[in-house]
Antibody, heavy 125, light 110 residues
Framework: EVQLLESGGGLVQPGGSLRLSCAAS????????MSWVRQAPGKGLEWISG????????YYADSVKGRFTISRDNSKNTLHLQMNSLRAEDTAVYYC??????????????????WGQGNLVTVSS | QSALTQPPSASGSPGQSVTISCTGT?????????VSWYQHHPGKAPKLMIY???KRPSGVPHRFSGSKSGNTASLTVSGLQAEDEADYYC???????????FGGGTKLTV
């Protein structure tokens, strides 16, 4: 069974940084695009970042562009999200998610067949 | 404000059917056949229930079905069961530059 296990969340002050990781197992990691999706308290889901299977293509929502960086280490089957200049509005549960395609840019890459359990990030002083 | 519009709540009794709508525009739902639906029990990982408008992943009960007409997609749950009580989110491909948009979610009460 596909497993996605997030880590690295927690409490951070405004302006601070955090790095989320997502350890993947039971599938060929470097064959699939991966993404981060977040859910702020009382809100719906928001796709914030995607990365192609090779890592050569990345996407950021306007809400995080310039502050967050997505990356992947295919040798370690791990996805990362470096979050800098954090704001109160970044408070959310962050999910890593797998797409059934190599790219997030079209077709099967635009939905998510497996998700992690989520990792809470709280930005507060 | 989410890009796709869903009703905040829906309800039905066990054994009944319920349909949840997801309204977008011709730039997303209406323009492509890449609408998906997710079931989310709070505290758990979201689960893909429908992809490409009407396809069911392996293991998803046939009670769940999807359709689309114009700019509105729909998820129908037939023969409601207690375990269907959850939040449901729709999503759609929205073209290059934006790629993926979600609805605001619908809380289904059984």
């Amino acid at each position: 069974e596909v497993q996605l296990l997030e880590s690295g969340g927690g409490l951070v002050q405004p302006g601070g940084s955090l790095r989320l990781s997502c350890a993947a197992s039971e599938f060929t990691f470097d064959n699939y695009a991966m993404s981060w999706v977040r859910q702020a308290p009382g809100k719906g889901l928001e796709w914030i970042s995607g990365i192609s299977s090779s890592g050569g293509g990345t996407y950021y929502a306007d809400s995080v562009k310039g502050r967050f960086t997505i990356s992947r280490d295919n040798s370690k089957n791990t996805l990362h999200l470096q979050m800098n200049s954090l704001r109160a509005e970044d408070t959310a549960v962050y999910y890593c998610a797998k797409s059934p395609a190599k790219t997030y840019e079209y077709g099967p890459g635009t939905y998510f067949d497996y998700w992690g359990q989520g990792n809470l990030v709280t930005v507060s002083s | 404000q989410s890009a796709l519009t869903q009703p905040p709540s829906a309800s039905g009794s066990p054994g009944q059917s319920v349909t949840i709508s997801c309204t977008g525009t011709s730039s997303d739902v209406g323009g492509y056949n890449f609408v998906s639906w997710y079931q989310h029990h709070p505290g758990k990982a979201p689960k893909l229930m429908i992809y490409e408008v009407s396809k069911r992943p392996s293991g998803v009960p046939h009670r769940f079905s999807g359709s689309k007409s114009g700019n509105t997609a729909s998820l129908t749950v037939s023969g409601l069961q207690a375990e269907d009580e959850a939040d449901y989110y729709c999503s759609s491909y929205a073209g290059s530059n934006i790629y993926v948009v979600f609805g605001g979610g619908t809380k289904l009460t059984v």
